[in-house]
């Protein structure tokens, strides 16, 4: 096992950030024995990880991260970094290495203070490792003053700090931050591709796993969660209902509160397995009395945190939605696939009948009008408007027709 088998369906990206790691191996190798750096070196000190959703970003840039720390002995027989045992390999992959940085949102957006100790401590050399790695998994949710810290990080980095930064497209990045960074565009997996390592990885059977990585159209982490979480299948068959449950108003509304009921929900679970554990941990850590009480001054350290649970929770009611909000794009793009005669194959097999009967009774332009809607919900909760709002829009969007 490498640090690249779970990169599903990405070997030319895999290569190239293979050939990135000798070469970053080669430079560390050269500093230590005061020799000069390698000629025309693949390696440099920001990189830009675009690709769909499910293609595998953070897990191509965190696999880099590994191979940039890799200490396995082979390297100096020949071998290449990202050995994916040693111990530079292992606590990288697992996020516990002390000179891999992760950032991530919490909220809606990356704030500048989430970002000032990280971009401190990315002008430091390293502490036990061979590089300093600094990733960013959202980089399209930096906001402009967190944004503007990076670029100022990027721009005159340390000689041993990485920056890995993660987003959909090119686009969501500020120009002046893409420009310095090079970029590697990761492409959704195939299907086949995305069950095999279902089989392989995870043991599900192999009927199974076809059918929820066809679900997903090879979103790895949703096929891997649809294939072992019965609540996960539950939510997505209770999506799949919901365009026979439009036909009026009230059964519009009801399905709206409905699905934002169950992402709320889905976010409430997460808070309960989290937040008592981090808020109990930290009191601990600042010597709070058996009786829960705080000593003088740390207040303010502890309403941080729960507001940073908060926006966590938001967060996660959000992309419990979006994934909904992808289930309901796919089943109405299988009935756009039976209007049109198209041969694709059905995203939604197990709803088959459903589908047929809403390709029947309606017309092309329909069923884009309601794809449409769910577009305009997406971007209405990116722009903060209130779930409930949201949602039920669209529902009575996919009533109209």
């Given amino acids: ?22 070469d970053a191996d080669a430079l560390v190798t050269a500093a230590a024995a005061d020799a000069p750096p390698p000629e025309a ?121 990485v920056w890995l930064l993660c987003a959909p497209s090119v686009e969501d990045v500020l120009p002046t931050i893409r420009s310095r960074c090079r970029h590697l565009n990761l492409t959704t997996p195939s299907v086949d591709a995305v069950a095999d390592l279902l089989v392989r990885r ?12 066809r679900a997903t159209q090879g979103h790895v982490d949703r096929a891997r969660r649809l294939a072992t979480d019965p609540a996960a299948r539950e939510r997505r068959a209770a999506v799949l209902k919901l365009p026979l449950r439009v036909e009026d108003i009230g059964g519009a509304l009801k399905a709206a509160q409905e699905l934002v009921d169950a992402a709320a929900e889905d976010a409430k679970q997460l808070a309960e397995q989290t937040d ?33 649970q908060k926006r966590r929770r938001t967060r996660t009611q959000r992309d419990s939605l979006d994934v909904a909000l992808t289930d309901l794009t796919s089943f109405y793009r299988d009935v756009l696939a039976l209007q049109l005669g198209s041969r694709i194959a059905l995203a939604n097999a197990d709803a088959e009948d459903t589908l047929e009967r809403l390709a029947r009774g309606n017309p092309p ?36 027709g």
């Fill in 1 to 22: 096992m490498t640090v690249w088998d779970d990169l599903v369906g990405q070997h030319r990206v895999s290569d190239q950030l293979a050939a990135a790691a000798r």
């Fill in 41 to 161: 070196s693949k390696m440099t000190h920001a990189w830009l990880f675009t690709g769909p959703p499910g293609a595998g970003r953070n897990q191509a840039a965190r696999a880099f991260a590994a191979a940039l720390q890799c200490v396995s002995p082979d390297r100096a027989l020949g071998g290449s970094p990202g050995c994916g045992f040693c111990d530079g390999c292992h606590t990288a992959l697992v996020g516990t290495h002390a000179d891999v940085s992760t950032i991530a949102a919490v909220g809606a957006t990356i704030l500048v203070r989430d970002m000032r100790d990280t971009v401190r401590k990315s002008f430091t050399a390293p502490a036990n490792g061979r590089w300093q790695v600094i990733l960013v998994e959202d980089a399209e949710r930096l906001n402009e003053s967190s944004a503007n810290a990076v670029l100022k990080a990027v721009e005159e980095p340390a000689s041993r700090t």
């Fill in 202 to 213: 995870e043991g599900i059977e192999p009927d199974v796993a076809a059918a929820v990585a």
């Fill in 276 to 308: 008592t554990k981090e808020t109990d941990e930290l009191k601990a850590a600042l010597g709070a009395t058996p009786g829960g009480r705080l000593p003088r001054g740390t207040a303010g350290v502890v309403k941080d945190l729960e507001d940073m």
């Fill in 365 to 400: 332009e329909s069923t884009l009008r309601r794809i449409e809607a769910i577009a305009a919900c997406r971007d209405a909760l990116d722009r903060n408007v209130a779930p409930l709002l949201a949602v039920e829009a669209m529902t009575m969007a996919l009533r109209a």
